[in-house]
């Protein structure tokens, strides 16, 4: 067997492994320290096993992952949510349909200094349910946009999955940042627009609220503006190098933290409950990250990426068939897996085959543009079945709610997705102008 056809052998058998739900950082590690064993042998591969799970979490630039998500649980535990959904209600409730809208609005404001899809969505809920269930929104509604409403969380910078993909490609934080702020605002007018169309269509579906007198608007805005300044100083402090990307998430860090505490809506169990909760996700993170080291390692031997790429090379398809090849087998694995799996584990594939084309952009965009056309894609994979993870978290606040309704509530996002999708495509710029590398 040569080593090319053990690399596609093994990577079928992880993915297999994975759907038969073995945790994914196991899945690749075991394929990927067998597969290395079998063509360097196993004296290097022990020789790996000692050194590779230290390098890999040992690097200062990881430091990132923890800060940020702490960020994503102080804005959690310190009620932020409420105060951005109470704002964006003022302003949209009394809209057929609006106090939907105005959930959307509040997930792409709480995803702005969460980064975190389930968090995002699961916050959410607990302050919009109840909203939308007093004025006798559907249970499709209800759950579908709050499930959709979540994946803003990982677009909207700061995104955990981008920082990962910026360290898996060696790309910069701050371009990948500014990159997704243009899909980011499609993304929540997308959104925004499916619940105008759904309600014109099933007026039931999200009746009008009332309406907010201008005083109430103009006040609310006093809970939105340091939230915005955060994610100013953040994201802009990152790119104008007057911070590095971790000193940004540790500012962001105790920015969130800061106005959580002095807002009266977070003390010390709070503090605990998120450097709890920080610890065991991004234990979780890292644990994967070991796991792809092992595999990255054994791709990197077997030479499946470049063979792949010659393959595909001598098809002789245009580089946007290729690219639109690549986004519907994303979307098919949405269905079954994880999204940061996903990245893990198909971007050292497909990258470098993505790279070698030409779609008269510079080439240093390419990687840019990919890594947010995919993140886009594993997005649309939160909240489609069977898997959906965004829909079964939401569902399971709402258990009245059958499971079928919520999947049916999704539909008019899912297409919205597919449109933004379509415009990623057509236009790079959507995602290469702001981060200045179109």
Not at 290 to 300: D, K, M, N, Q, V
């Amino acid at each position: 067997m040569s080593n090319i056809e053990l690399g596609v052998l093994l990577f079928g058998a992880m993915m297999l492994l994975i759907v038969l739900r073995m945790p994914i950082a196991i899945s690749m590690m075991l394929c990927g320290m067998f597969g290395f064993a079998m063509i360097a042998g196993w004296q290097p591969m022990i020789g790996l096993l000692s050194e590779a799970p230290f390098s890999r979490v040992a690097s200062n630039e990881l430091t990132v992952i923890p800060l940020f998500v702490l960020m994503g649980q102080f804005a959690t535990e310190g009620g932020i949510s409420q105060a951005l959904y109470r704002a964006a209600r003022a302003w949209l409730g009394h809209f057929r349909g609006g106090i939907a809208m105005a959930t959307i609005g509040g997930c792409a404001a709480f995803g702005a200094i969460c980064g975190s899809s389930v968090a995002t969505g699961a916050t959410m809920a607990a302050v919009a349910m109840p909203e939308m269930r007093r004025y006798g929104y559907s249970g499709a509604l209800a759950t579908g946009v709050l499930a959709a409403g979540g994946t803003l969380g990982i677009l909207i910078p700061p995104s955990i999955i981008l920082v990962i993909y910026a360290i898996l490609t060696e790309q910069s934080l701050a371009h990948l940042f500014l990159a997704a702020f243009i899909p980011g605002m499609i993304a929540t007018l997308g959104y925004a627009l499916a619940v105008f169309f759904y309600v014109r269509v099933r007026p039931d579906a999200g009746p009008a609220g009332e309406r907010s007198g201008w005083g109430e608007r103009i006040r609310s805005l006093g809970t939105v503006w340091p939230v915005i300044t955060i994610f100013l100083v953040v994201v802009g402090g990152i790119y104008l190098g007057v911070f590095t990307p971790t000193e940004g998430a540790a500012v962001g860090a105790a920015s969130t933290g800061l106005l959580s505490w002095f807002a009266g809506t977070m003390r010390l169990r709070g503090i605990g409950n998120a450097m709890l909760e920080t610890a065991k996700i991004s234990g979780m993170i890292y644990l994967i990250l070991i796991g792809a080291e092992f595999y990255s390692s054994f791709l990197a031997l077997s030479l499946l990426p470049q063979a792949l790429s010659e393959w595909i090379g001598g098809l002789g398809w245009s580089p946007y068939s290729i690219l639109i090849g690549i986004v519907l087998l994303y979307l098919v694995l949405g269905c079954v897996m994880d999204g940061l799996a996903m990245i893990l584990l198909t971007v050292p594939v497909f990258l470098p085959v993505v790279v070698a084309l030409d779609f008269g952009i510079p080439a240093e965009a390419v990687p840019i543009w990919f890594g947010i056309l995919i993140l886009i894609v594993v997005e649309v994979g939160l909240i489609t079945p069977p898997i959906g993870i965004n829909v079964y978290v939401i569902n399971s606040i709402a258990p009245d709610v059958p499971m079928t309704d919520s999947f049916k509530g999704i539909v008019p996002f899912f297409l919205s997705d597919l449109v933004r999708i379509a415009i990623i495509i057509a236009f790079p710029a959507t995602t290469t102008w702001l981060a200045g590398v179109g």
